[in-house]
């Protein structure tokens, strides 16, 4: 492998430096292609300003000969007049070529031609006023100063033509000057990477063949590190090689499958690590196989057990990684896991106490709606038993019925004592109790690779019964964790604000998971309606929902399902406390 890492380190330099050398070579042809093509521009430069000058002096001379033969009636003083009517449009047509490719000058040849043919028009109108013997007439129009003002339009614009045709040149000189400075830079950039080049790979070379033994030695040092340091893991390993054998377990490994190292070595993974359904009891597929298949990280489904070879069944919590070497080629595949047997007791304990404050919940509520109507059947047993002539047997019936009664009435009054709440309401830190509840279901996170996304703002405390408020976080970031896959992310966000009836504490627990469906989004804080088939009790988020009621607050779901988006999103608003009043609401 060092071997091989040298000729591909070698062969790099050697490929960086013909690299540089081509780039220079790339960078010179191409600036060479910028001189030639700005000199081009140049000499157009030059052309342009020529035919410039030439268009302005045939006018001129045409006007001088225009005033000779005025003054003298010698024909020969109209030979630069005649010339400039056949020369005149040639220069402009060329001027058109020219500046093709300048938008702004190509506007102004069609004005420029406008001007040059109104000057020869006068020039014209005047040589035939004093050809027909109107010579006064003549005179009059060229002392009208109309020549003079179209002349003095035609130099203008040859001027402005002028002045930018010279701006142009200035620009492509200084990007024909600065051609050459990159040329001669690169030139000596790539000289220099090259020299550079040469004598680090020299260095390299001898170098990494220096480095040979010593890194022979910190490789054996490293696997030595390794080993010790899986060793010592609290967590249970194993290693298997690319065909799904093993070839390394750690002591709590050992301990939690019941199979020694010795005795493993070399065995499938399957016969080490025998992993079942713990509600059915099936086999259940082992991560290994997975990993080998997909080429990455993978997870324990929920309810997951290991037996142990005394046939204990031990509720474990895993994820199993791929195993690559240096050319990222598949090895083997490490598995880390853990005895979980704590957390799903604690975790069945919180369900059972869950549903034994919703059963009493429940029936408070029941015994409290009762109540009346037994009121109401009692005053009416009263009026019967007042009725005159009753006979004897009928108001045997009725106080029997009143004596029955009453001990309903008896069993109500019971059942409401018992339901409401002992504790005194006391200040609760928000940020503190969703805390304590990330960390009951760290395992759960660590499990899954959840993401945990915080963003805690600074808040008052709310005023409440804590143990309430624990059970309602705890509902819904325990729904969250269930709710996301692998890999998924949960974000807690809490925050301050203010509202007309004074500052709440908004708590926003969202997950990207697949979301609630349309359909029950309105049914979900109802009792006993659960979307976790053969697992939820359906009094989750009913519960939640009454504790967040009573202490002042709300609670609402928004969820991405069907829109395109995912995941869901359960908003609550609690009032904070204040010196002044008590924004729980005990009932």
């Known amino acids: 492998m060092q071997t091989i890492h040298k000729r591909f380190s070698v062969i790099t330099g050697f490929v960086l430096l013909i690299a540089v050398l081509a780039a220079n070579a790339i960078i010179t042809a191409r600036q060479l292609r910028i001189q030639v093509a700005n000199q081009t521009w140049v000499t157009r430069t030059q052309q342009v300003r020529f035919e410039l000058s030439q268009t302005e002096s ?67 109108q005047t040589i035939s006023l004093f050809r027909s013997g109107r010579s006064a007439e003549a005179k009059t129009l060229v002392l009208s100063d109309l020549g003079l003002h179209t002349m003095d339009n035609i130099r203008k614009l040859i001027d402005e033509m002028g002045q930018e045709e010279t701006s142009l040149q200035v620009a492509r000189s200084a990007i024909y000057q600065k051609s050459i400075r990159t040329t001669t830079a690169s030139i000596y950039l790539a000289s220099f990477i090259a020299a550079l080049g040469l004598i680090f790979l020299a260095y390299f070379i001898l170098h990494e063949m220096a480095l040979r033994e010593r890194h022979a030695r910190q490789l054996l040092e490293r ?10 893991l609290g967590d249970a390993v194993i290693a298997t090689d690319e065909r799904g054998r093993v070839t390394f377990l750690n002591p709590i490994a050992e301990q939690l499958t019941g199979r020694p190292l010795a005795n493993s070595k070399g065995k499938p993974i399957q016969e080490v690590f025998p992993i079942f359904n713990e509600s059915t009891h099936l086999p259940v597929e082992n991560p290994v196989k997975k990993v080998m298949e997909l080429g990455r990280v993978i ?38 896991f853990r005895d979980a047997t704590y957390e799903r007791k604690s975790q069945e ?34 009026l019967v038993k007042g009725t005159p002539d009753l006979p004897a047997e009928a108001m045997q019936q009725l106080l029997l019925a009143e004596q029955e009664l009453e001990r309903v009435s008896h069993i109500t009054r019971q059942t409401l004592g018992f339901y409401r709440e002992s504790n005194v309401p006391g200040h609760v830190e928000v940020p503190t109790l969703i805390e304590s509840v990330l960390k009951l279901y760290s395992n759960k996170f660590k499990t899954k690779n959840i993401t945990l996304v915080r963003d805690f703002g600074e808040c008052p405390p709310v005023q409440g019964l804590a143990g309430e408020l624990k059970q309602a976080m705890s509902n819904l970031i325990s729904n969250a ?12 966000k809490l925050a301050c604000l203010q509202s007309p009836d004074g ?32 697992v939820g009790t359906g009094l989750g988020l009913w519960v939640t929902r009454e504790i967040i009621d009573r202490h002042g607050g709300t609670i609402q779901v928004r969820s991405g399902e069907g829109n395109g988006s995912r995941g869901s999103v359960f908003n609550i608003m609690l009032p904070c406390a204040a010196a002044d009043q008590n924004p729980a609401k005990r009932g």
């Not at 010339?83 to 300048?102: G, S, V």
């Not at 696997?223 to 010592?232: A, D, I, K, P």
């Not at 029950?520 to 109802?526: L, T």
């Open 58 to 124: 045939i006018l001129k001379d045409a006007e001088t000969g225009q005033r000779g033969f005025l003054y003298t009636a010698d024909p020969t003083y109209l030979g630069p007049y005649d010339l400039a009517l056949t020369q005149i449009e040639p220069h402009l047509k060329h001027l058109e070529e020219l500046t093709a490719d300048t938008p702004d000058e190509l506007a102004q040849i069609p004005e420029l031609r406008r001007l040059a043919n109104a000057k020869l028009a006068e020039l014209a």
């Open 223 to 232: 696997e030595e590190w390794f080993r010790v340091t899986l060793t010592s």
């Open 299 to 336: 997870g324990l489904a929920n309810h997951t057990v290991l037996q142990n070879t005394d046939g204990t069944m031990i509720p474990i919590e895993d994820s199993a990684a791929p195993i690559r070497d240096g050319r990222d080629k598949l090895i083997g595949v490490v598995l880390v």
């Open 349 to 382: 304990i919180l369900r059972k106490t869950e549903k034994l404050a919703a059963a009493a919940r429940l029936s408070a509520t029941v015994a409290h709606e009762i109540n009346n109507p037994l009121e109401a059947v009692g005053n009416l047993i009263y």
């Open 481 to 492: 964790a269930d709710a996301v896959s692998e890999n998924g992310t949960i974000r807690v």
């Open 503 to 534: 500052n709440v504490i908004h708590v926003a627990i969202e997950d990207d998971g697949a979301g609630i469906a349309a359909t029950h989004i309105d049914k979900i804080f109802e009792p006993f309606f659960t979307t976790k088939k053969d």
